[in-house]
């Protein structure tokens, strides 16, 4: 069992002192050795919530007598129980330290008192000490003397003070040499020693009052714990009781209620048909917020503990019928509010509130707001039962954004893969919108931006993934059209910077960018693969050129000529394209396999352009690999624009290819220039 003790006296060690100053001053007399150790433990008059040390004296010697260990504690302490009753003498420094074993070595020599004519049988006092006396010798150890036991040191001097005896501890009185029972004060402290059970520990009735002793017997005053109960003893230490009814007992300055069996009662209680809390810790009647086992409750004074709906302070709060604070949302019809409360009692102020059923806003009252608010430089929206706007919400009949985090949205967003627009005041906009100097078309019907394809007011548009509006030449799909600055798509003959485009009026491929060769309005044109008119040049052979791209190993081209296996193919394929388009069988071109043969041809005939010349579709370009003088390939020119030449080249890593080069590269060996007949090119 446990005793909690509020103003408990703590014992000192001035037996200590005076055992050290006796013995010190006793003389070493030589016939006995013994060892002395003193040792500091726990004593009955130390406070049970914090440790008094005690000493612990014992003495072995090395005699023929027997002699028996004693143990002391801190109620003999030997202040009445001399140490010359053993006369003993030590010789050897002693000290004194707490929670320390000192062993000193001592010559120690135990002496009856001589048995004189004066000494009578029975009880003797012989120089302030008392000896019994059997007729024949004085006692030593533990007797039993009319009905009572005594110890005796070994010298025959009757120990006094606090002895135990039985397994249990009594005090004899150095005066009468009697056990005394009953109120004993030593030390300060109060004691009871009961002639049954010895001195007194726990609760324990006395002349019908009750007391609480602690574990060493001191009587308990104050407050008390002892077995999870908590008592008030009086000075005099008599445990107080209450009654049925509950009457508060004024203990100093406060009130307090006490059962009938003495409990000092806590937690809730009803008084007076009254709810209310006495503090687990001090007893004492607790009023406003009360925590108890994880919840929350309210009291005061007139009420007790609050329960449904009750104000406190200037605020309405409500609790269950048990008085349980009732937490998160709480509606007040009467008052017309919503406040939001924590475990802790608390309300929410001022700030936004996460539930499982969505977000809320409390203002400076505590109280939930609707509608529009600006919260930190950000705008939000509350509907009419307060919860946070997320995602696209109408608010009077116009759409607004509010992202994951509830704050209103403005300018372009991008919403499950989906762009909207929303101005500065958050409102989704529709139709045509230019956007920093992008334009875009939001749908009339749902504000979501167009992509790819579109038809609006019977033009065709173009929207890039982006949701931007094509305009200018635009490639799609591998083809090319034309969007006017308006983003509506042309059709027909174009003009754009200065070079002549045609882009198709038939249905099936509407505005499709026309390259090579086409027959429009009886007329044959030729485009160069950029989609510009040729005005010169040849687009025929070229486009035969092209028809070949991604042919590998050049067979059907050296084949042609009768080889039955590879060669170097590059010139083979200019022949083969050009005897296609029957250059080659009116000696347009000249037919060859060796470059040189070739350039020869051309200067002979005039066509050839040297390095500095710029070249036109289908003229013949030489090339240089080393460079060492010598042309080493040729290709056909599809196209010449901004500084650079396009061609069509066979064997470029044993494929036909497209190929560009800066017009000045040093691996550029010439160009030649055939006379093509105009009925082969365009009209």
Same mark, same amino acid.
Request: glycine share 10%; aromatic share 16%; hydrophobic share 30%.
């Given at each position: 069992m446990g005793i909690k003790e509020k103003n408990n006296t703590r014992s000192d060690n001035r037996f200590m002192k005076k055992i050290l100053k006796y013995l010190s001053g006793i003389a070493v007399s030589g016939l006995l050795f013994a060892a002395v150790s003193v040792a500091v433990s726990a004593d009955e008059t130390q406070s049970s919530e914090e440790a008094v040390t005690t000493p612990v004296v014992t003495t072995a010697v090395t005699t023929s007598e027997t002699v028996t260990?004693?143990?002391?504690?801190?109620? !003999?302490?030997?202040?009445? @129980?001399?140490? !010359?009753?053993? %006369?003993?003498?030590?010789?050897?420094?002693?000290?004194?330290?707490?929670?320390?074993?000192?062993?000193?070595?001592?010559?120690?020599?135990?002496?009856?008192?001589?048995?004189?004519?004066?000494v009578a049988e029975g009880w003797n006092s012989i120089d302030g000490k008392w000896f019994y006396f059997d007729g024949e010798k004085f006692l030593t150890g533990k007797q039993e003397?009319?009905?009572?036991?005594?110890?005796?040191? %070994?010298?025959?001097?009757?120990?006094?003070?606090?002895?135990?005896?039985?397994?249990?501890?009594? /005090?004899?009185?150095?005066?009468?040499?009697?056990?005394?029972y009953g109120w004993i004060k030593y030390l300060g402290n109060m004691y009871y020693n009961d002639k049954?059970?010895?001195?007194?520990?726990?609760?324990?009735?006395?002349?019908?009052? @009750?007391?609480?002793?602690?574990?060493?017997g001191i009587i308990c005053t104050g407050f008390i714990m002892y077995e999870n109960y908590m008592y008030y003893g009086n000075e005099s230490g008599q445990i107080l009781f209450g009654d049925?009814?509950?009457?508060?007992?004024?203990?100093?300055?406060?009130?307090?209620?006490?059962?009938?069996?003495?409990?000092?009662l806590r937690g809730w209680q009803t008084v007076n048909k009254r709810r209310y809390f006495y503090d687990y810790e001090t007893g004492l009647i607790t009023f406003g917020w009360v925590e108890y086992q994880g919840n /929350?409750?309210?009291?005061?004074?007139?009420?007790?503990?609050?329960?449904?709906?009750?104000?406190?302070?200037?605020?309405?709060?409500?609790?269950?019928?048990?008085?349980?604070?009732?937490t998160g949302l709480q509606y007040f019809p009467d008052e017309n509010v919503t406040s939001y409360f924590y475990h802790d009692g608390t309300r929410a102020v001022l700030e936004?509130?996460?539930?499982?059923?969505?977000?809320?806003?409390?203002?400076?009252?505590?109280?939930?707001?609707?509608?529009?608010?600006?919260?930190?430089?950000?705008?939000?929206?509350?509907?009419?039962?307060?919860?946070?706007?997320?995602?696209?919400?109408?608010?009077?009949?116009?759409l607004y954004y509010f992202g994951t985090d509830g704050k209103m949205k403005t300018g372009l967003q991008l919403i499950n893969g989906i762009k909207y627009f929303f101005d500065d005041n958050g409102v989704m906009q529709f139709g045509w919108k230019t956007i920093n100097k992008n334009t875009y078309y939001f749908n009339p019907d749902n504000g979501k *931006?167009?992509?790819?394809?579109?038809?609006?007011? %019977?033009?065709? /548009?173009?929207?890039?993934?982006?949701?931007?509006?094509?305009?200018?030449?635009?490639?799609?799909?591998?083809?090319?059209?034309?969007?006017?600055?308006?983003?509506?798509?042309?059709?027909?003959?174009? @003009?754009?910077?200065?070079?002549?485009?045609?882009?198709?009026?038939?249905a099936a491929n509407k505005?499709?960018?026309?390259?090579?060769?086409?027959?429009?309005?009886?007329?044959?044109?030729?485009?160069? !693969?950029?989609?510009?008119?040729?005005?010169?040049?040849?687009?025929?052979?070229?486009?035969? *050129?092209?028809?070949?791209?991604?042919?590998?190993?050049?067979?059907?081209?050296?084949?042609?000529?009768?080889?039955?296996?590879?060669?170097?193919?590059?010139?083979?394929?200019?022949?083969?394209?050009?005897?296609?388009?029957?250059?080659?069988?009116?000696?347009?071109?000249?037919?060859?396999?060796?470059?040189?043969?070739?350039?020869?041809?051309?200067?002979?005939?005039?066509?050839?352009?040297?390095?500095?010349?710029?070249p036109k579709s289908g003229d013949y370009i030489f090339f240089d690999w080393e460079p060492d003088s010598v042309a080493d390939h040729v290709g056909i020119v599809d196209y010449y624009e901004n500084g650079y030449v396009y061609t069509v080249e066979g064997n470029s890593d044993d494929k036909v290819r497209k190929k560009s080069y800066p017009i000045d590269s040093e691996m550029i060996y010439g160009f030649a220039s055939p006379d093509y007949v105009p009925s082969k090119g365009f009209e």
């Open positions: 260990t004693e143990t002391l504690t801190s109620e !003999s302490a030997l202040l009445t @129980t001399d140490i !010359s009753e053993m %006369n003993t003498g030590i010789s050897s420094e002693t000290t004194e330290t707490s929670a320390t074993t000192v062993t000193t070595v001592t010559t120690v020599t135990v002496t009856c008192p001589e048995i004189t004519d004066d003397i009319e009905g009572e036991y005594y110890i005796f040191a %070994n010298n025959g001097a009757l120990r006094t003070g606090w002895q135990t005896v039985n397994s249990q501890r009594r /005090y004899y009185d150095k005066e009468t040499h009697s056990p005394v049954e059970l010895g001195k007194l520990s726990g609760k324990h009735e006395i002349e019908d009052n @009750t007391y609480i002793f602690s574990s060493e049925t009814k509950k009457t508060p007992v004024l203990i100093g300055e406060d009130y307090y209620i006490i059962s009938p069996k003495g409990y000092v /929350y409750y309210f009291t005061d004074r007139i009420t007790g503990k609050y329960t449904g709906k009750r104000y406190v302070g200037q605020y309405p709060y409500r609790f269950s019928t048990s008085g349980i604070l009732q936004i509130v996460h539930t499982d059923d969505g977000s809320y806003y409390f203002n400076e009252e505590g109280y939930m707001e609707t509608g529009w608010k600006v919260i930190d430089g950000a705008t939000y929206y509350f509907d009419p039962d307060g919860r946070m706007a997320l995602g696209i919400c109408t608010i009077d009949e116009k *931006a167009f992509t790819g394809w579109n038809t609006i007011e %019977n033009e065709r /548009y173009f929207f890039d993934k982006n949701c931007v509006m094509a305009t200018g030449k635009y490639v799609i799909d591998e083809k090319t059209y034309y969007f006017g600055d308006d983003g509506k798509m042309r059709t027909g003959w174009q @003009t754009i910077n200065n070079e002549k485009y045609y882009f198709s009026k038939d505005g499709e960018m026309y390259i090579f060769r086409h027959v429009i309005d009886g007329t044959v044109y030729f485009f160069y !693969s950029t989609g510009v008119m040729a005005t010169d040049g040849n687009q025929e052979i070229v486009v035969k *050129a092209l028809s070949q791209l991604g042919q590998e190993g050049g067979m059907p081209y050296w084949t042609w000529w009768g080889f039955n296996f590879r060669i170097e193919w590059c010139a083979c394929f200019v022949s083969w394209c050009a005897t296609q388009c029957g250059y080659t069988q009116d000696g347009q071109v000249p037919k060859f396999i060796s470059c040189k043969v070739g350039i020869d041809w051309f200067k002979a005939h005039n066509q050839w352009m040297g390095r500095n010349y710029t």
